[in-house]
C-alpha cells in the first residue's frame, strides 16, 4: 500500500471513530403517515447536538427509535462504529444511551438515592448468594459522587422527589443516566416549565456533560437555549432533513426558515 493510500484510509478509521451515533436513511411509517424519510444523522463523540422542528417534523419517532422504543422500517444504525439493532430500551441502555424524557420517569413516593438506581440497584450478597440485600450505605455514598460530579448539592438525600423542585427532579434524572454510565444522553425539552435561574441550571448540567465527554442530543422549541448551549444544530421537517448548520455559523432566522421550508 502506497503512502497516499494509507493515509486516505487512515482517515476514514479516524473519522469512523469520531462518530458516536451514525443513522443512515432511517424511515418510519405508521399506515399511511410517512414519519421519517429515509432521514440522515450523525453525532459526533463529545459534542452536543441540537434537534430542532415544529410539531409532528418526526423529532420524537427519531429519538423512540434511537432509545429502542421503536424500530425503522428501513435504514442502518451504528453506534461507535458498530452496526447495531436495538429492540428495546433496555439494549438502549446497556449501549450507554440515557435518555430524560419531559415527565423524567422519577418516582415521587421514593427518596433521591432509590430513584438515581431505579432498575438497577446495588446489592450485597449473603448465604452464599441465595440472598441479595440493597446495599444502601454505597448507593448513597456513589449518589454523593454522581450529583458533586455535576456540581449539584442536596441538603439530604433521602428527600422524597415529590418535594424537589422542577430543576433539582431534572438533575437527578441527569444523575441516573451517568449511573448507568451513558456515553449519550438525549434530553426532551429539559427546561420546559422551569423559571429562569433553574433553565440556567439545567443548561449549565449540559455543559457540564459535555465536560465529562459525554455527548448530548437537546430538543427544545426554544432557539435562544439552543443556541447558547450547542455545537450543531439538525433540522427535521415533515419526518425529512431539513438541514444541519453548525451553531456558529447561523443565526436563528436560517434556522427558521429551515423548520418551515
Known amino acids: 500500500m502506497d503512502v497516499e493510500a494509507k493515509s486516505k484510509n487512515e482517515s476514514k478509521n479516524t473519522s469512523r471513530y469520531e462518530v458516536l451515533l451514525e443513522m443512515k436513511n432511517i424511515s418510519k411509517n405508521f399506515g399511511a403517515v410517512k414519519a ?39 435504514g442502518e444504525i451504528y453506534f461507535e462504529g458498530k452496526r447495531i439493532n436495538i429492540s428495546s430500551p433496555e439494549e ?3 449501549l450507554g444511551i440515557g435518555v430524560m424524557y419531559q415527565d423524567l420517569a422519577l418516582v415521587d413516593s421514593m427518596d433521591i438515592v432509590s430513584n438515581v438506581f431505579l432498575g438497577k440497584p446495588l446489592t450485597i450478597n449473603i448465604f452464599g448468594g441465595m440472598i441479595k440485600l440493597l446495599d444502601r450505605k454505597k448507593m448513597q455514598s456513589e449518589c454523593w459522587r454522581i450529583l458533586q460530579e455535576l456540581d449539584i448539592n442536596f441538603d439530604s438525600l433521602r ?8 430543576g433539582q427532579r431534572k438533575a437527578v434524572a441527569i444523575g441516573r443516566a ?12 429539559p427546561t420546559a416549565a422551569l423559571g429562569v435561574k433553574e433553565t440556567r441550571k439545567v443548561l449549565g448540567l449540559i455543559k457540564s456533560l459535555k ?7 437537546f430538543i427544545s422549541h426554544n432557539l ?27 443565526n436563528p432566522d436560517e434556522i427558521i426558515k429551515l423548520m418551515v421550508g
Do not use: H
Not at 450547542?230 to 431539513?242: A, H, K, Q, S, T
Open 36 to 74: 421519517l424519510k429515509r432521514v440522515d444523522f450523525n453525532l459526533y463523540y463529545n459534542e452536543v447536538v441540537g434537534l430542532v422542528g415544529d410539531n409532528g417534523a418526526g423529532k420524537s419517532t427519531l429519538i423512540k427509535i434511537i432509545t429502542g422504543a421503536l424500530t425503522p422500517d428501513e
Open 92 to 94: 438502549s441502555r446497556e
Open 159 to 166: 428527600r422524597k422527589t415529590k418535594t424537589l423542585s422542577g
Open 178 to 189: 451517568l449511573y448507568w454510565k451513558a456515553k449519550l444522553v438525549i434530553m426532551d425539552e
Open 211 to 217: 465536560e465529562k465527554g459525554i455527548s448530548v442530543i
Open 224 to 250: 435562544q437555549e439552543i443556541f447558547s448551549t450547542v455545537d450543531r444544530i439538525v433540522v427535521l421537517r415533515r419526518g425529512e432533513l431539513g438541514g444541519i448548520r453548525k451553531t456558529s455559523e447561523t
